[in-house]
């Protein structure tokens, strides 16, 4: 129910309410005392024993009046916040009706509540003011915000609500749970539909039945949600941070899906009160949303028909490659999950010990670790000596083509000891490319170069600025050193983008990203896949599949 453009900027019930208070308690002369000391506001005032009486005009009265004069300023406050917060979502009459219809609600069920249970003390008790309508007023708009907004907020009014009632135990206590208990009940029926979070294996199922990008696979990641089209084509996975709804890669799904996703992204958006934004996107999805972007990388392709290391330019690859036989280094492509655990434990070991040495934590969001290099549908490159001995490996995530195909291969862990074969990575990539190539994969990821911008790219102000951002940062994380090496093998590259729609909300964004990297889930949620599903892989590896299912079922 999206308010009027000009009740959100006019809010007339809120001023009207604000003014018609103020102005019944100058003339009635509440701020000279405690106004129930008066016999006549007495009989406007509301409490169990008018209910009783019949006198119903005090649902009306009452609400006008204020009890004391230091009462003025919460009451006026409680009733601006609440009421102009409601006015601009729902707009002026549903406000207007809603505070009405909650203010009484809430003074007849206290009476009759107090009546059937109370002591005499409260069933003789009087109370003025319009608290009980503004506090259901709040409790219906906490649906309206983000989820831990939404939980401190209500958390807030209902132990206000609770210790009030308690400690104090006055007739506009009572009002008070009364009020914030409908109105939570109220919020919940007409509040946004959120779409809570569902197994992944549905993300799964879309990657393998509609394919995706480069990126894809780390949709399947712990600590992402899924905003799933009602339809049933298609999702968006995004990490939600800082109030920032952080879009992870190209919308997944059918076509259909994919030209309308941004639009209902950025409607659930504005449900959910986000700020929508898209990372790692390919220029023509950057193009589609509209709005503004900027470059944050490239992604490095190795596109695997024909391909083959000869001529000056792969002569670090064949050099590698050659230093490999003669030092009896041999490559195997392995599922982690179901290797030697001597190998595992190297493999994680090697990986803590590249961490020392970087002197930086671990990130997450687009970066992968050992416990991502488990997943049964990942692989994993190995470079091991006679005595299986671990001088290096890398991971590959899977790369959907649709129909069940894995169509390529996504880098993600690239690591080696200090003391181990040097050329290893340059090694393991080129015999992984070979690898994947026999079994009929048409594209490699080399994975996303970082603040690195294609050539033909718009420049601005904001693109040269995160290129000085890149220099300087160079000494933590080596962004040129990476893709230089990547450079080796001769990549094309596509941009890769970060949208956003206005400036004002860029540094929020860029801090949300921020976080998405430096806050790494460590368990997994409710949406953890339960089951393995077949990819079309070769033979070899399926079995290895199959075998690693079984073994999953017998133990269950």
């Known amino acids: ?81 609440c ?58 708009m906490t649906a309206f915000l983000g989820t831990t907004a939404r939980r401190v907020t209500r958390t807030g009014l209902v132990g206000y609500a609770v210790v009030s009632l308690l400690l104090v135990g006055h007739l506009a206590d009572v009002v008070h749970l009364v009020a914030v208990a409908a109105g939570l009940l109220i919020g919940a029926a007409i509040g946004p539909r959120r779409r809570t979070l569902v197994n992944r294996d549905r993300a799964v199922e879309h990657l393998r039945r509609d394919g995706g990008g480069t990126l894809s696979w780390m949709t399947t990641w712990p600590g992402v949600r899924y905003f799933y089209d009602p339809r049933g084509q298609g999702f968006i996975a995004y990490r939600r941070h800082l109030g920032v709804g952080l879009a992870l890669g190209d919308p997944i799904g059918t076509p259909d899906w994919q030209a309308r996703a941004a639009g209902e992204f950025a409607a659930f958006c504005a449900g959910e009160h986000l700020v929508p934004s898209h990372f790692a996107v390919t220029a023509p999805v950057a193009r589609a949303i509209g709005g503004r972007s900027l470059q944050i990388g490239e992604d490095t392709l190795l596109d695997l028909p024909g391909l083959e290391f000869r001529g000056k330019r792969w002569q670090d690859v064949r050099t590698a490659r050659n230093r490999a036989a003669r030092d009896g280094i041999r490559f195997e492509l392995v599922v982690l999950a179901d290797a030697d655990p001597r190998i595992v434990a190297q493999v994680r070991e090697i990986s803590a010990g590249w961490l020392r040495r970087q002197r930086t934590p671990e990130l997450g969001f687009t970066l992968g670790g050992v416990d991502h290099a488990m997943d049964p549908r990942v692989r994993v490159a190995l470079a091991l000596d006679a005595d299986d001995r671990v001088h290096g490996f890398l991971s590959w995530l899977p790369v959907h083509g649709g129909a069940g195909r894995v169509d390529g291969w996504t880098l993600d862990l690239m690591r080696r000891p200090d003391d181990g074969f040097r050329p290893v990575i340059e090694f393991l990539i080129a015999e992984s490319c070979l690898a994947f190539q026999a079994e009929g994969a048409r594209v490699v990821s080399l994975s996303a170069a970082p603040l690195a911008r294609s050539e033909g790219e718009p420049e601005g102000w904001l693109q040269r600025g995160l290129e000085r951002s890149a220099r300087l940062l160079e000494p933590l994380y080596g962004f040129s050193s990476l893709h230089a090496f990547k450079a080796k093998f001769s990549p094309r590259c596509e941009p890769l983008h970060l949208t956003y729609r206005s400036l004002a909300e860029l540094p929020r964004i860029g801090a949300a990203v921020l976080v ?38 017998v133990a269950a």
Not at 39 to 67: N, S
Not at 114 to 137: C, E, I, K, Y
Not at 523 to 534: E, K, L
């Open 516 to 553: 998405a990297y430096l806050v790494t889930p460590r368990t997994q949620d409710v949406s953890t896949p339960t089951s393995t599903p077949q990819l079309a892989l070769p033979e070899r590896a399926a079995g290895e599949r199959r075998e690693h299912a079984e073994r999953e079922r």
């Open 83 to 140: 009421a102009g917060y409601a006015e601009r979502r729902l707009g002026t009459l549903r406000t207007a009706l809603l505070w009405l219809v909650t203010q009484v609600g809430s003074v007849v069920v206290a009476g009759l509540l107090v009546l059937a249970l109370g002591p005499d003390s409260l069933q003789h008790a009087r109370d003025v003011g319009p608290s009980g309508g503004a506090l259901a007023l709040g409790a219906v």
């Open 1 to 81: 129910m999206p308010a009027t453009e000009s009740s959100a900027r006019r809010r007339p019930f809120t001023v009207a309410g604000l003014l018609l208070l103020v102005a019944v308690g100058i003339v009635t002369g509440a701020a000279t005392g405690d106004v129930l000391d008066h016999g006549w506001a007495r009989a406007l005032a509301y409490g169990p024993d008018a209910l009783a009486a019949g006198h119903w005009w005090t649902l009306l009265t009452g609400p006008l009046l204020v009890i004391s004069p230091w009462c003025y300023v919460p009451v006026l406050l409680s009733f601006a916040l």
